[in-house]
């Protein structure tokens, strides 16, 4: 028989679904008396206990079992009839008034949309660029000595300077009184890398082990205290103990200690330039593949399901809880979290993932088998043994459906770029970086 389907909205549907309330009974009936082999009840042998028993304890919940299923089934069937791509779940609700001996349903839900994607050739994307220069491969070798540096004390006539470790008691009072955070002893921290407010590491500046200091501070009105954000306070500063840094000279020695198979700096240098125009390279493809994602969403026109959208405030709520667990928040599956926080970005979701996967079917983007293992061999070789991260890839299937994704989303990316009005930019390495 044709299945009716009643248009409500843009993409809301509705479909009246009829079963036999003789085919419930008798799968009521049939799934109770396969319960009934297996119950235990007191006075009874197992597989001896009367159906009226068995009914009266079970009843309830198997026939709204078998409801969920019949309905359920009724629902798919009818949606395949008519050939509707179901977005999201149906709202199932009772319907008064059907013929005798049968039980009447209403089903509400939505369709994905028609996603229709405009010209790309007259769509402007930003592609950047970025070179690792001399500069950049000496900034990591600077790191990596501040990595492995070490400190001596220094002189008691020597006064702080930026790159020497501190030793400090202090405390500081808002109005005359001490607050939490405050106050510490034996503190240690390294002057000139922003550790502490810029006014305190001013203050510390100059002074010599033994030395006290009284100075005024202003806590920015940002600042992540909020008890103390905004307020002036006071505080006395002594310090304990100055110790010079030492770096360790770049030779054949430095880079041995790093695991340079040949122990020489021009190697060092050349591996660690190889291993920045890796992270390079995936920093400028997600940067990329970002402007490209924007693009599409201008020139898609589409209606976005709802239930769609629910359903992704739904996961990343379940996401914001777990991270909040991860890091130790007591009660974290109680936290109150507004779902109208993630709205938005959730909305963003759903609309790029029907974009994307238009885009995918009517090109034939797929990421192929090929693809997948280039890309999973590209990222293991920053790894000790690239062999074993291959392994640890291919022996988890969502891992895989990861990589699928990502290789996916670089096709559609390669696709844009390749029809889209393109604007090169060159951008500077710590740029992209900091980024």
């Known amino acids: 028989m044709a299945v009716t389907v009643e248009t409500l909205d843009k993409l809301e549907r509705k479909i009246t679904l009829t079963l036999s309330a003789d085919v419930i009974k008798n799968e009521v009936e049939s799934r109770l008396k396969r319960l009934a082999r297996t119950v235990k009840a007191d006075g009874f042998r197992p597989g001896k206990v009367p159906m009226s028993i068995v009914a009266q304890r079970y009843g309830f919940s198997v026939q709204y079992e078998v409801m969920n299923d019949k309905v359920g089934e009724a629902f798919a069937k009818a949606a395949n009839e008519a050939q509707l791509k179901v977005a999201g779940a149906p709202r199932i609700t009772e319907k008064e008034g059907a013929p005798e001996g049968e039980l009447a349903f209403d089903a509400t839900f939505e369709v994905y949309p028609d996603v229709k994607?405009?010209?790309?050739?007259?769509?402007e994307v930003e592609r950047v660029s970025t070179e690792v220069t001399e500069a950049a491969i000496d900034k990591t070798v600077d790191i990596l000595r501040k990595q492995r540096r070490t400190f001596h004390q220094r002189p008691a006539a020597e006064a702080a300077a930026d790159g020497d470790r501190v030793t400090i008691d202090f405390e500081g009072k808002i109005d005359g009184v001490p607050f939490e955070g405050g106050k510490a002893e034996g503190f240690q921290f390294l002057l000139g890398e922003g550790r502490m407010l810029e006014a305190f590491e001013k203050a510390v500046r100059g002074m010599k082990a033994g030395e006290s200091k009284t100075f005024p501070l202003k806590f920015p009105d940002d600042y992540h205290g909020k008890d103390v954000a905004g307020k002036e306070a006071d505080f006395l500063v002594t310090l304990k103990k100055v110790e010079a840094q030492q770096l360790p000279e770049v030779n054949d020695d430095f880079a041995k200690s790093?695991?340079?198979?040949?122990?020489?700096?021009?190697?060092?240098?050349?591996?660690?330039?190889?291993?920045?125009?890796?992270?390079?390279k995936f920093r400028v493809l997600a940067r990329n593949k970002g402007a490209v994602m924007d693009a599409l969403l201008k020139v898609a026109e589409l209606d976005v399901p709802k239930s769609l959208v629910q359903g992704e405030v739904e996961r990343m709520t379940e996401a914001a809880r777990a991270d909040l667990k991860a890091r130790g928040v007591k009660d974290a599956d109680k936290a109150p979290i507004p779902a109208e926080m993630f709205q938005p970005q959730a909305e963003r979701r759903v609309r790029l993932g029907l974009v994307v996967a238009e885009l995918v079917k009517t090109n034939d983007l797929k990421a192929q088998p090929d693809q997948i293992k280039a890309h999973i061999e590209e990222m293991a070789q920053s790894y000790e043994k690239p062999e074993e991260v291959v392994r640890w890839y291919y022996s988890d299937m969502q891992r895989l459906a990861e990589v699928e994704a990502v290789v996916l989303e670089n096709n559609v990316t390669d696709f844009v770029l390749a029809r889209a009005k393109v604007v090169d930019k060159a951008l500077p390495f710590d740029e992209l970086m900091g980024a």
């Open 258 to 280: 790093l695991g340079i198979a040949d122990g020489s700096v021009d190697a060092l240098r050349a591996d660690i330039k190889k291993n920045l125009e890796r992270e390079v």
């Open 117 to 123: 994607i405009g010209d790309l050739a007259g769509t």
